[in-house]
């Protein structure tokens, strides 16, 4: 790859693809994209580009040909995601996964060496174009990463990825691979057989020339002798597919159609030739990409990558950003987490040796399960973080204070007028409250305006949503350096306004009260969670009681009827469980009772609640549903016309939509709840609203 000279008729530069030669012709690179490409995307034209290319250089006589992208950090993130929004036609989309198929056919079958030079995302089409060449190598940066993710967005690899990779990797592995939509960080996928080798990125380019001209070719990474065994003969193909079925409903439970279509596609595809194997999978992809769960899942997308551009403006200023956090619980301990994993330094201040300890324990614990980080880095981290219960003089460098603790409102006044005169003017103060006021807490702080509410959800390692809140005071600069940060730790910020329950919880606290009343009206604990669970959600309401903690619940319901008076008031059944000392989860008694993993509905809840033992009235699962839901979607209505998450009603729709599946569960394949409501049709939802409000009263009138 050195000295290159470019082709003497060069593909037009607008094809963003370009074809050159070293000096003495032996070897062909083929570079994708421009420099100022932020995403290598895989378009019509850059595919078209791609195959003049590969033609080019099949008549040419080289040694070897080497895919690389202009720069060592954004390899190609495979097809333009708007260009799948856009299909509705099923022979359409099967007609554009075999134009890609026909371009990777096309470098399979070079008469020559071909390395892909892989740094950064390489992932989608990018990944089925690499499977196509003979060697991989790919950085040991962090950006560097290779998988396919298609049946995040409701479709299954459509330009090779199902015929190639389990022939590659080995079926069983292909399939976790597929099946998940996983992309591999560099080690991962050295130790899947997916690359063959891990270089730096300063060698990349060298090593990759070295091998296109067959110079100390990597040793082929070998596919596990059972994989082989599993992956070559029918009978083990069989036993695969059955077992990965019955993982897939149990994970997906019948909601996702991609995952089993990709699983048939990719096990059946092993009997098939190669152009068979192809054409079933471009046919599939083609009925996939027009159905509703892939539509929602794309809008889903798209809502990830406009959260991602938040704050865009502050990312430089917090780069090296000092923290500390106030409180070493669950929480802190997982926010003080997630900053080291991102190369902040942070301290963590808590009152007692005991609680700092708990708090050092659970960020090891968590470290521990991070199997893509080597001991040395994990090591690294941890040592990031200063536990500490007194005062230190490096507390003057913090950039950011995020407070963690319990809900009380004079608690965390007392820790911000303490805490505000010790670090710089400057620095912003952050409260991760779920429920209380971020402008009555900054009222009797200089410089309120560097004060901003903070929502972290639990658990921090798993839950992906931030909600930033505006304050009354709080200025755009904090709020974009907030934003900044969120996405820098891997999170999506939603900014919203300062309102009791914020967006999240307001919209949630009125489902979750609906499930007390079926309670009151004889449902049973089964049958209220199993109509949640029909729907989608990932929980039923009841089991999510328990999960928040009972404590938690009644804390946040009497701050809702404070702040929305009776349409959010509920029957204190969890106040009365609490005092039998049944918090949920947390002590292992709640509505359930829980032992180890195992855990059923408390046989004694009729009786401490006097509860009836039958429904006051017949429901089926489906209306039980619908009482449920209706909720979610009138709430979040009326936070839209009351601009909560902003007075752009576009912009607002599409952070409800975000927040509702990222904080709450709402079901990706639905697509958020605004969308979900629009598809169904607001004006019949305001009439199934106005009867249930006819029926049950005031906590049903409609948005």
């Keep these: 790859m050195t000295d290159a000279a470019p082709l003497t008729s060069p593909p037009p530069q607008t094809s963003t693809v370009v074809l050159t030669y070293s000096d003495d012709r032996k070897v062909a690179t083929i570079t994708l994209g421009r420099n100022d490409e932020r995403a290598i995307t895989l378009t019509p034209e850059r595919l078209g580009s791609f195959i003049n290319a590969l033609r080019e250089v099949k008549g040419s006589g080289v040694e070897g040909v080497v895919i690389c992208a202009p720069t060592v950090d954004s390899f190609c993130v495979g097809a333009d995601i708007s260009l799948i929004q856009s299909v509705t036609d099923a022979e359409r989309g099967a007609a554009l996964a075999a134009e890609g198929q026909r371009a990777y056919d096309l470098l399979e079958d070079l008469p020559c060496v071909t390395v892909a030079a892989i740094g950064g995302p390489c992932v989608g089409g990018g990944c089925e174009m690499v499977l196509a060449c003979d060697y ?34 080995g079926l069983p592995k292909a399939l976790d691979i597929i099946l998940a939509g996983k992309a591999l960080k560099a080690q991962q996928a050295y130790k899947a ?68 279509r990709a699983l048939e596609v990719t096990v059946d595809g092993l009997g098939r030739g190669r152009e068979r194997g192809l054409t079933v999978e471009a046919q599939e992809l083609g009925k996939l990409i027009i ?31 000092h923290a500390m956090v106030i409180g070493a619980g669950t929480m802190g301990a997982g926010i003080a987490g997630a900053l080291a994993k991102n190369n902040h330094q942070v301290i963590v201040k808590d009152t007692s040796d005991a609680s700092l300890q708990r708090g050092k324990d659970h960020t090891t614990k968590e470290l521990g399960k991070l199997r893509y980080l080597s001991s040395f880095e994990r090591a690294a981290v941890a040592s990031r973080i200063d536990w500490l219960q007194f005062a230190s003089p490096t507390m003057s460098r913090t950039g950011i204070v995020i407070e963690a603790v319990f809900e009380d409102m004079n608690l965390k006044k007392r820790i911000f007028a303490d805490i505000a005169g010790r670090v710089h003017p400057d620095s ?10 971020v402008t009555e807490m900054a009222a009797e702080i200089s410089h309120p305006e560097r004060f901003i509410g903070m929502h972290f959800f639990n658990p921090v390692e798993k839950m992906p949503l931030v909600e930033i809140i505006r304050g009354e005071h709080s200025s755009e600069a904090t709020i974009s350096k907030v934003a900044a940060l969120t996405t820098e730790i891997g999170k999506f910020p939603i900014v919203v306004r300062d309102v009791p329950g914020f967006l999240i919880n307001r919209i ?116 039980i549903a619908d009482r449920l839901i209706l909720h979610l979607v009138n ?47 607001l004006d019949s939802i305001r009439e199934r609203l106005i009867a249930f409000e006819g029926e049950y009263g005031i906590r049903y009138k409609p948005f």
């Design 136 to 169: 991989r190598i790919i950085t040991d940066a962090p950006s560097s990463s290779i998988g396919l993710p298609e049946t995040k967005l409701g479709i299954l690899p459509g330009f090779g990825g199902t015929y190639r990779m389990p022939r590659v990797v």
């Design 193 to 260: 057989s997916l690359v063959d080798e891990v270089v730096s990125p300063e060698t990349l380019a060298t090593r990759a020339d070295e091998i296109a001209r067959g110079q100390k070719p990597p040793k082929r990474r070998k596919v596990r002798f059972l994989d082989r065994i599993l992956s070559s003969y029918p009978l083990g193909r069989s036993f695969v597919k059955m077992q990965a079925k019955k993982a897939l409903l149990k994970q997906t439970k019948g909601f996702y159609p991609a995952p089993l």
């Design 291 to 321: 159905t509703p769960e892939s539509k929602a899942l794309v809008h889903l997308f798209f809502l990830t990558e406009a959260a991602k551009g938040l704050g865009k403006s502050a990312r430089k200023e917090i780069s090296d950003l």
């Design 428 to 437: 912003i103060l952050a409260t991760n409250t779920s429920s209380l006021s």
């Design 508 to 623: 949630l606290i009125p489902y979750l009260n609906e499930a007390i009343f079926l309670l009151m009206g004889g449902h049973s604990i089964e049958e209220i969670d199993k109509a949640a669970l029909a729907f989608g959600m990932p929980m039923g309401p009841i089991r999510l009681l328990d999960e928040v903690g009972l404590d938690v619940a009644a804390h946040v319901s009497k701050v809702m009827v404070h702040g929305y008076g009776e349409r959010m008031s509920v029957p204190d059944f969890a106040e009365k469980l609490v005092a039998l000392d049944r918090k949920g989860r947390k002590n292992g008694a709640g509505f359930y009772t829980y032992a180890g993993k195992e855990s059923a509905p408390w046989n004694g809840l009729a009786h401490a609640l006097g509860l009836p033992t039958k429904p006051t009235k017949a429901q089926t699962q489906e209306e």
């Design 635 to 681: 709430e979040a209505m009326k936070c839209l016309n009351e601009g909560v998450a902003g007075d752009d009603r576009e912009l607002a729709k599409k952070q409800i939509d975000l927040g509702t599946v990222m904080g709450i569960g709402f079901p990706p394949f639905r697509g958020g709840v605004i969308y979900h409501a629009e598809k169904e049709g």
